[in-house]
């Protein structure tokens, strides 16, 4: 969590930008420690337009958002490849489990920019993965939907995004998991939206309905821990139904079975313009502003209000 502190031992730190061009080079070994946590980091060299240190802060930060959001680092060991892809601009990962924990594959293009809006969230959306117990093929969306939804509000969780910012992201995104035609409920169908923004909505739905009912004491957040500290990660293989009961248990409420039970087999449509009223989220003109009066403003702030304890 951000009170544990995160030790970079930095091993042959030279700027990756500086380092001959890959091809059959050796990696070169980078320990990171978190609590009780070892991230272990290959970096393969190239000439990327970033240094050594950049990548490693942008992966130091990206832990210290995870480990706030769910008390601790969510695996004990993780192994991370950084290999370059030449000529491009983007980023791009895995997320694997391993016996003890877990392995990104991370490929980063030699002209990436890490503060690029298409680049910057890649690594605390991988690590959120980690969290999660494997599920079958047909839940794929719980896994980059949780992703998708807590990558953002981790990321505020420890000041690094502003709540206009993840607002904005929030109310121009969730349209994109609406169903459409043909729909046949999350479980079925295995679109793009569908399975990243679907899966978000579905945690955006019970994050409010929590806390709505627990009136604040609970979130979201809070089932997520209680997966995790029933052993649930991604180094596990686990049901669905069993996970999301033992996530509602953590909570006191039953809020992500039934959910999960109204939008599993068959297109659900919220009323997306009525939550946002409720949750005081004004979207005008390309720009958010909020309305404190509003019935679950209290809820719109919890979400993502910095929390830098």
Not at 9 to 20: D, E, Q, S, V
Not at 56 to 64: E, G, P, R, T, V
Not at 216 to 238: C, F, K, N, V, W
Request: aromatic content about 8%; some cysteine.
């Amino acid at each position: 969590m951000g009170r544990r502190l995160l030790t970079v031992l930095l091993l042959a730190l030279l700027p990756l930008n500086a380092l001959p061009a890959a091809g059959g080079a050796s990696t070169r070994p980078v320990k990171l420690e978190i609590g009780g946590a070892e991230i272990d980091v290959d970096l393969t060299p190239a000439r990327y337009a970033v240094t050594s240190e950049q990548l490693l802060q942008w992966i130091d930060a990206a832990a210290k958002a995870v480990s706030h959001y769910y008390g601790r680092f969510p695996v004990s060991h993780l192994h991370l490849t950084v290999t370059p892809r030449e000529g491009s601009e983007g980023i791009s990962a895995t997320t694997y489990g391993t016996e003890d924990g877990g392995y990104i594959q991370l490929s980063v293009g030699t002209e990436a920019r890490l503060d690029d809006p298409g680049n910057d969230w890649v690594m605390t959306h991988e690590m959120v993965h980690l969290a999660f117990p494997q599920m079958e093929r047909e839940h794929h969306w719980i896994e980059e939907g949780l992703a998708t939804y807590v990558e953002p509000l981790a990321r505020a969780e420890v000041g690094e995004l502003t709540p206009e910012y993840v607002w904005q992201e929030t109310v121009e995104g969730m349209p994109k998991g609406l169903p459409g035609a043909g729909d046949q409920g999350l479980d079925r169908t295995h679109t793009w939206g569908r399975t990243y923004w679907g899966g978000a909505l579905f945690c955006l739905l019970a994050d409010v309905e929590i806390r709505e009912r627990t009136h604040d004491r609970y979130g979201l957040q809070d089932a997520l821990r209680g997966i995790l500290a029933a052993g649930g990660s991604i180094s596990t293989e686990a049901d669905i139904g069993y996970t999301l009961e033992t996530a509602d248990k953590a909570v006191g409420v039953p809020v992500l079975t039934a959910l999960y039970a109204s939008m599993k087999d068959k297109p659900v449509t919220p009323d997306l313009p009525a939550l946002w009223k409720k949750l005081g989220v004004i979207y005008r003109d390309g720009k958010v502003s909020f309305d404190d009066s509003a019935p679950d403003a209290a809820i719109r702030k919890a979400l993502t209000a910095p929390d830098t304890r």
